[in-house]
């Protein structure tokens, strides 16, 4: 089983449009778990971190269920330049799982 | 703040040429650095952990003597691919973090083409 799981998508979507990515880890013990972005044929850029109350950065709303060892990322109101690769990954000490990435495609 | 430059961006070389990369964290130390490997539409792969001072931690499969790593100082880590091969092609990035448990800082990424 992998460390971190993610759907790989692709999701087409409509500009405006809600839209939620969801991500299991299997380490019940990891430390701490973030969203990054990857544009095509560019690095990863960290999108938020996340915490255990959940939180929110404008259109971005992260959450974290430990319990069911659940990852969340919800996007409101979403733009033509959200469309990217959207990474979950999972810190264990000193060690970092990556999702495969969601694909979101933003229409117009 | 938490600022990784990687360099060169980008590289073309003959096959048997080596090639250093440098990784370097520019406003904070960086004990541990990370080497990853992406090959197109595929998720990044660890390729090795990189410790100032101590031998690089190397994940499964990844060949030590291929893929050189040195870590002389708290803010600079280099990947050097030895007699690189066209199956060397592939996307190399580095990364570090500025706090425990806390997020990764990725540099830009390298695109290596070895012909």
């Known amino acids: 089983r992998k460390e971190v799981e993610q759907d790989p998508g692709p999701f087409n979507v409509p500009e405006g449009a809600t839209v939620a990515f969801n991500c299991t880890y299997s380490?019940?013990?990891?430390?701490?778990f973030f969203w990054y972005r990857q544009d095509c044929r560019k690095e990863p850029k960290l999108l938020m971190s996340?915490?255990?109350s959940g939180n929110e950065d404008g259109r971005f709303t992260a959450q974290l269920n430990r319990a069911s060892q659940y990852i969340s990322l919800l996007i409101r109101d979403s733009k033509l330049s959200d469309s990217a690769t959207y990474l979950c990954v999972v810190n264990d000490f000193n060690k970092f799982y990556f999702g495969s990435g969601t694909k979101l495609n933003v229409k117009p | 703040g938490a600022v990784v430059s990687q360099h060169p961006s980008w590289v073309i070389c003959k096959s048997g040429t080596s090639v250093k990369i440098e990784c370097r964290s520019l406003d904070f130390q960086a004990t541990t650095m990370f080497w990853y490997r992406q090959f197109p539409k595929q998720s990044l792969m660890l390729m090795a952990t990189?410790?100032?001072?101590?031998?690089?931690?190397?994940e499964q499969g990844v060949e030590k003597d291929k893929f050189l790593i040195n870590h002389a100082s708290l803010t600079l880590s280099t990947l050097t691919v030895t007699s690189a091969h066209p199956e060397d092609s592939s996307f190399y990035i580095c990364?570090?973090?500025?706090?425990?448990?806390?997020?990764?800082?990725f540099g830009d990424g390298t695109r290596l083409s070895i012909l």
């Open positions: 380490n019940s013990a990891s430390q701490s």
């Open positions: 996340v915490y255990s």
């Open positions: 990189s410790n100032e001072g101590s031998k690089a931690t190397y």
């Open positions: 990364s570090a973090r500025d706090a425990p448990a806390g997020p990764q800082h």
